[in-house]
């Protein structure tokens, strides 16, 4: 017991790091080939090993090693992980070699450097850094443990307060790497709540944003890249209950110019091509049937011509044009007819640039479609098509020549679908489980499940504990380099809402 008194008093006076009253790893000069672990005065649990011994005293085998934490704000309490948010702290935890004469150097990959036993850090970029610690004993012998460490930067929220409620429509990437986000807010201290169009910067670390609202009757529903500095915009000017002008925007928020396009045109999609813009959406027929409409503007928003689906064009529903060479392809619905459960129908139609149709394939989905589905089109990298309707569970699968590939049943309604350039198909579904929440998956071609990610929609609550809010997709996209982002909106007290936007590597993970 003396012994072990002896050692405890000797230990104490050493730089070693304690941890809820735990030494870790601290190796000294006992016994060789000798090592035990025991506990003192009941409350400190020593692990001890054995080396050599030296003239100088207690001087211990270079030994490197460590481990990492990070803040888990659901429990407010330090967990073990080897990813931590921008702007957050690792907390490393020194299990090297202790005592008299020994060093510390690291390196944190980003080029910064410190001596200290047990360091905190932050990285203030997103990415995967290398972090090598080198344990210098008085001898001179050193040890080296490397390990990687990821900067993510994670899933964002973004509101303006708890009493206004802020929502996402639509997103674009920047040439930065940063994102324009359009969507909304509500005063919710008023009644009615007074709505105001929103348009918000956020950096690529999802860490810095500015936002600025509009006047009154303005409403922005999707957005496309246009001439640098500005983008387009469709929506309304006018309180319109149609989103049927296409509105140049510069990335400080200056409206440039805003035209109204077709007649009683709804407009889900803008895609810019080298000599203007192909709006996809619907228009009401003379029987208020909502029929499919692609209309060619040039790049000043001026019409040039538009197309309605319909008589033995028929379709309905399409969400979006995508550019196949010097063609163009959209899908869209045809419907059965009230009381047929099975008699709806997909279809996907190429076109040339002056809207004539060149090709089409239509399959049946022997289901029934929601009246608010809209399908969504995406070219593969194989220069093959996938196609779904939203509020429904199948997924279609065709060859670059219109042929039937496959339809697969996924397991959630399909809200959005994309595709990457690595040749995963994108699935933004949403899902229910006590509770309305995201559900993001990837597949291959074959309809396989690579990954899959859940919104996380922990809140703190005003008593401390932690629980979850609802949340609808809306949209998901590739990015430019890897990975994809989508975004939903979070909803929690029935009417508050706040914007959700989520990076999401190849690997399934947050980036």
Same mark, same amino acid.
């Given at each position: 017991? !003396?012994?072990?008194?002896?050692?405890?008093?000797?230990?104490?006076?050493?730089?070693?790091?304690?941890?809820?009253?735990?030494?870790? /790893?601290?190796? #000294?000069?006992?016994?060789?080939?000798?090592?035990?672990?025991?506990?003192?005065?009941?409350?400190?649990?020593?692990?001890?090993?054995?080396?050599?011994?030296?003239?100088?005293?207690?001087?211990?085998?270079?030994?490197?090693?460590?481990?990492?934490?990070?803040?888990?704000?659901?429990?407010?309490?330090?967990?073990?992980?080897?990813?931590?948010?921008?702007?957050?702290?690792?907390?490393?935890?020194?299990?090297?070699?202790?005592?008299?004469?020994?060093?510390?150097?690291?390196?944190?990959?980003?080029?910064?450097?410190?001596?200290?036993?047990?360091?905190?850090?932050?990285?203030?970029? +997103?990415?995967?850094?290398?972090?090598?610690?080198?344990? $210098?004993?008085?001898?001179?012998?050193?040890?080296?443990?490397?390990?990687?460490?990821?900067?993510?930067?994670?899933?964002?929220?973004?509101?303006?307060?708890?009493?206004?409620?802020?929502?996402?429509?639509?997103?674009?990437? /920047?040439?930065?790497?940063?994102?324009?986000?359009?969507?909304?807010?509500?005063?919710? !201290?008023? +009644?009615?709540?007074?709505?105001?169009?929103? /348009?918000?910067?956020?950096?690529?670390?999802?860490?810095?944003?500015?936002?600025?609202?509009?006047?009154?009757?303005?409403?922005?529903?999707?957005?496309?890249?246009?001439?640098?500095?500005?983008?387009?915009?469709?929506?309304?000017?006018?309180?319109?209950?149609?989103?049927?002008?296409?509105?140049?925007?510069?990335?400080?928020?200056?409206?440039?110019?805003?035209?109204?396009?077709?007649?009683?045109?709804?407009?889900?999609?803008?895609?810019?091509?080298?000599?203007?813009? +192909?709006?996809?959406?619907?228009?009401?027929?003379?029987?208020?049937?909502?029929?499919?409409?692609?209309?060619?503007?040039?790049?000043?928003?001026?019409?040039?011509?538009?197309?309605?689906?319909?008589?033995?064009?028929?379709?309905?529903?399409?969400?979006?044009?995508?550019?196949?060479?010097?063609? +163009?392809?959209?899908?869209?619905?045809?419907?059965?007819?009230?009381?047929?459960?099975?008699?709806?129908?997909?279809?996907?139609?190429?076109?040339?640039?002056?809207?004539?149709?060149?090709?089409? $394939?239509?399959?049946?989905?022997?289901?029934?479609?929601?009246?608010?589905?809209?399908?969504?089109?995406?070219?593969?990298?194989?220069?093959?098509?996938?196609?779904?309707?939203?509020?429904?569970?199948?997924?279609?699968?065709?060859?670059?020549?219109?042929?039937?590939?496959?339809?697969?049943?996924?397991?959630?309604?399909?809200?959005?679908?994309?595709?990457?350039?690595?040749?995963?198909?994108?699935?933004?579904?949403?899902?229910?489980?006590?509770?309305?929440?995201?559900?993001?998956?990837?597949?291959?071609?074959?309809?396989?499940?690579?990954?899959?990610? /859940?919104?996380?929609?922990?809140?703190?609550?005003?008593?401390?504990?932690? #629980?979850?809010?609802?949340?609808?997709?809306?949209?998901?996209?590739?990015?430019?380099?890897?990975?994809?982002?989508?975004?939903?909106?979070?909803?929690?007290?029935?009417?508050?809402?706040?914007?959700?936007?989520?990076?999401?590597?190849?690997?399934?993970?947050?980036?």
């Amino acid at each position: 017991m !003396t012994k072990i008194c002896l050692l405890y008093d000797y230990l104490r006076r050493q730089n070693i790091a304690i941890y809820n009253n735990r030494y870790s /790893m601290y190796k #000294c000069n006992l016994a060789d080939k000798n090592s035990f672990k025991f506990l003192i005065a009941l409350s400190l649990t020593l692990g001890l090993s054995a080396c050599s011994k030296s003239n100088n005293g207690f001087v211990s085998k270079a030994v490197s090693s460590f481990e990492t934490e990070v803040i888990d704000i659901r429990f407010r309490q330090l967990i073990k992980s080897d990813v931590a948010l921008v702007d957050s702290n690792f907390h490393f935890r020194n299990l090297s070699t202790g005592g008299e004469g020994v060093k510390y150097k690291w390196d944190f990959g980003d080029g910064t450097e410190s001596e200290l036993f047990s360091p905190k850090h932050i990285y203030t970029n +997103f990415g995967r850094y290398k972090v090598k610690l080198t344990t $210098t004993i008085k001898s001179g012998e050193s040890a080296v443990f490397e390990k990687e460490l990821v900067a993510i930067a994670g899933q964002k929220r973004i509101s303006l307060g708890e009493k206004i409620s802020t929502g996402i429509t639509d997103l674009l990437e /920047m040439d930065d790497q940063g994102f324009l986000l359009f969507g909304w807010t509500k005063d919710l !201290t008023t +009644f009615p709540a007074k709505e105001r169009a929103l /348009m918000v910067v956020i950096d690529k670390n999802f860490r810095k944003w500015t936002h600025k609202d509009f006047p009154e009757g303005y409403r922005f529903n999707n957005v496309s890249v246009a001439a640098k500095g500005s983008v387009i915009v469709c929506g309304t000017t006018s309180n319109s209950n149609l989103n049927n002008e296409l509105i140049n925007i510069t990335l400080d928020g200056n409206v440039v110019w805003a035209k109204k396009v077709g007649s009683n045109t709804n407009f889900t999609h803008i895609l810019k091509v080298t000599d203007g813009y +192909f709006l996809t959406g619907t228009t009401s027929d003379l029987n208020g049937k909502l029929l499919s409409t692609t209309v060619k503007t040039d790049l000043s928003g001026n019409e040039i011509w538009s197309k309605t689906y319909q008589g033995k064009e028929h379709l309905e529903s399409s969400g979006n044009t995508v550019q196949d060479g010097d063609n +163009f392809i959209t899908a869209g619905l045809i419907r059965g007819g009230n009381g047929c459960q099975t008699c709806d129908s997909i279809s996907i139609i190429r076109f040339n640039k002056s809207g004539s149709l060149i090709d089409r $394939t239509t399959i049946s989905t022997a289901s029934s479609t929601k009246g608010n589905s809209t399908v969504y089109v995406s070219k593969l990298n194989d220069g093959g098509i996938v196609a779904g309707a939203s509020n429904t569970r199948g997924l279609y699968t065709f060859s670059p020549k219109f042929e039937s590939l496959l339809k697969t049943n996924v397991f959630n309604d399909i809200t959005h679908i994309n595709s990457t350039s690595i040749g995963e198909i994108l699935l933004l579904q949403q899902e229910y489980v006590n509770g309305f929440r995201v559900s993001y998956t990837a597949t291959d071609h074959n309809g396989a499940w690579k990954w899959g990610y /859940m919104i996380d929609g922990t809140q703190i609550l005003p008593d401390g504990h932690s #629980c979850c809010a609802d949340s609808w997709a809306i949209k998901a996209y590739p990015l430019r380099t890897v990975g994809s982002v989508f975004i939903a909106n979070e909803v929690k007290d029935g009417s508050h809402y706040r914007m959700i936007v989520a990076k999401i590597g190849s690997d399934g993970k947050l980036m």
